[in-house]
């Protein structure tokens, strides 16, 4: 009798700048059975099945933790069970109050310069520096550390406008010191009554942003598109110049690391209603836009490809219901309470993949009365996946 095919991961083993990783368990043995462990210990014929269907498995960064090792074995039927492998994650979380930049493009007389920034969560934030201005788009999750004077050092003294494109807390930490610093701050007032992941921000020092304003940075003017979904408040920044798209959590993200987009429809939005909102910005500025850059993604995309998978996922979600269904790549717990999600290509080999959770596809929307349902949706599955 044959042996089974050991089982392989996705990602790959090794040391990992996060707190959370998501982890496939496959094997090349058609309807093999993986068992696994993650303590340590040998895995048996007793251990946890893997079910992709349950989602991923999670390995965390808790103190006192510094790595996470599955072992795990596969058995296909009239086969041997394979040997034992062993993957070890590795956890090497950044310190608060440490930012790193990287300089994307320096300033010219004809380009704004961009500086990309990152917090010890990996939230990015992009500084857009103008001849005479510079923007700084979201302010990230860390109330360590000074932002605003590094953003002063970075750009040799220019005045900083920080533009928090959406409130939620992740986006918004140094928001306070750009206050204190004497820079103008401009966060969307219709974030000010999230029900969901309260920002904590004081508007008093704070102006409206949103839809149709534009921020002239000498050289360089920014204008700034309405993109309700995520909150209602959202907003993407577009440096027309360019083509370079910030949209901070507007249109998702797709790092691996955060395997679906479960937080791209948070606020009461059905997904019919954020499907409208991105091909609304689309009709609007779609042309114009070369490149995006997310809030969580370590690079950035090409905007054309990755806004058009993204609709089809979308798209594919209204329009057929629970028929696009795939289970989500995360657990349900850990998706906000939804383990369904449609997705556009595969995460583990497509650069540009994209993923839409359907929690909000039959909850009702608050944008819309009476709340409409994709056709054949069918709410059970809810409770299902
Ligand atoms: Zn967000």
Known sequence: MGKTAIP???????TYELSTLHVNLSCAAPHAVIRYTTDGTEPTSNSLVYHREAGLI????????????????????????????????RFACRPKGVFRHS????????VAGLIRIEDFDLDRMYLIIGQKRAALIDAGWDYDGDLPALCHALTGGLPVDLLIAHGHPDHVAQAGKFIEYGCKVY?????????????????THIEDLKGGMRFDLGGTVLQIYATPGHTPG?????DENTGDLFASDSFGSNRREIPDSAWLQLSGYSLESCLRSLEAFLDAAGNKCKRIFTGHNAEMMDAQQYLSTLRKAMHNAVDNGAACLSPSLRSAAESFGSGSIAVEGDWRH??????ANLQFLYDVDT????????????PKIKTIL
């Open 8 to 14: 392989s991961v996705f990602p790959a083993e090794g």
């Open 187 to 203: 966060a969307p007032y219709a974030d000010k009554s999230m029900k969901q992941l309260d920002c904590g921000l004081d508007f």
């Open 350 to 355: 497509d650069p540009i993949w994209a993923a």
């Open 367 to 378: 944008q819309q009365d009476p709340p409409r349902y994709a056709p054949g949706f069918d």
């Open 234 to 238: 959202s907003v993407v920044v577009l």
């Open 58 to 89: 999670p390995v965390k960064h808790t103190d006192g933790v510094e790595s996470v090792t599955i072992r795990a074995f596969a058995q296909a039927d009239g086969l041997q069970p394979s040997d034992t492998v062993a993957f070890t994650y």
């Open 103 to 110: 300089l994307l493009r320096e300033p010219s007389d004809t």
